[in-house]
């Protein structure tokens, strides 16, 4: 394995082992770094026998839940929860967060809002002083296809910077999200009060979500290229 990879493991490890009690409710987050704290909740669950209820982020996450034999559920059956785990495309010093990379944002964001604790995973390329320090590819931002212009528009004249409309890699034409929305990433060309910047956009007609957790995560564990895992609480 990787040192990348060695270091998302290390850090998912440890959010699961510090965080997961016996009846939890738990939401499961998206992209690669989950797929370790899934495989530890496994274990966990086989070994001492934990009764743990997960709710997934997106398509990904509950396939992961499934496969993993783990009790799948949802927010209409469980609308409040213990704790949500996931990982973050970036996290500054105050863990503001960058995420929707895989395109779950919005999912993602009605998950954690919904957990009475927030722990992220990363591994150490994630953890930034400032946001936009080692992630350039910018705050992903659901919009409804119908809109995606005018809201590229409005961002750009509005904030500066470019809003791309994300392309499929093994389609022809954008990228479609789990709720059947585009996504635009904003590149920003400079540093912003991200809690009002998130205002700002979520105000255009036909956003649906972006991908900015603002005052949201709590604690964060990255995985160092050492092998050691960071903590970073706030
Ligand atoms: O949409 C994707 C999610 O926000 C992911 O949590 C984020 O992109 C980080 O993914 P990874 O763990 O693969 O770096």
Redesign the pocket.
């Known amino acids: 394995m990787d040192k990348v990879e060695s270091a ?1 493991k290390a850090a998912a490890f440890r959010a699961v082992d510090n965080h997961i009690k016996d009846a939890h409710r738990v939401g499961i ?6 797929v370790y704290a899934v495989e530890r909740l496994a274990q966990r669950v086989h070994k001492e026998g934990l009764k743990v209820t997960c709710v997934p982020t997106s398509f990904q996450a509950r396939q992961l839940i499934v496969n993993n034999n783990l009790i799948l559920s949802d927010l209409e059956i469980t609308p409040q929860l213990d704790v949500a785990i ?4 970036e996290a500054d010093n105050k863990l503001t967060l960058i ?7 919005l999912q ?1 964001k009605i998950v954690a809002a919904a957990a009475n604790l927030f722990v992220v995973i ?1 591994d150490y390329r994630k953890n930034s002083r400032v946001l936009g320090e080692q992630w350039t590819k910018g705050v992903p931002i659901e919009v409804l296809p119908m809109a995606y212009r005018p809201v590229q528009m409005k961002i750009e004249s509005k904030l500066g910077g470019k809003a791309i409309l994300r392309q499929a890699k093994a389609k022809a034409g954008p990228v479609v999200t789990d709720n059947g929305n585009f996504v635009l990433d904003w590149v920003f060309d400079r540093t912003h009060d991200w809690q009002q910047v998130n205002q700002e956009i979520m105000m255009i007609p036909g956003v649906v979500e972006t ?1 900015l957790f603002v005052n949201m995560a709590k604690i964060a564990y990255f995985g160092m290229e050492d092998g050691t895992v960071k903590e970073l609480q706030v």
């Open positions: 998302k987050g998206s992209g690669s770094t989950v996931d990982g973050a495309d995420k929707g990379g895989g395109g779950c944002q993602e990363a991908g």
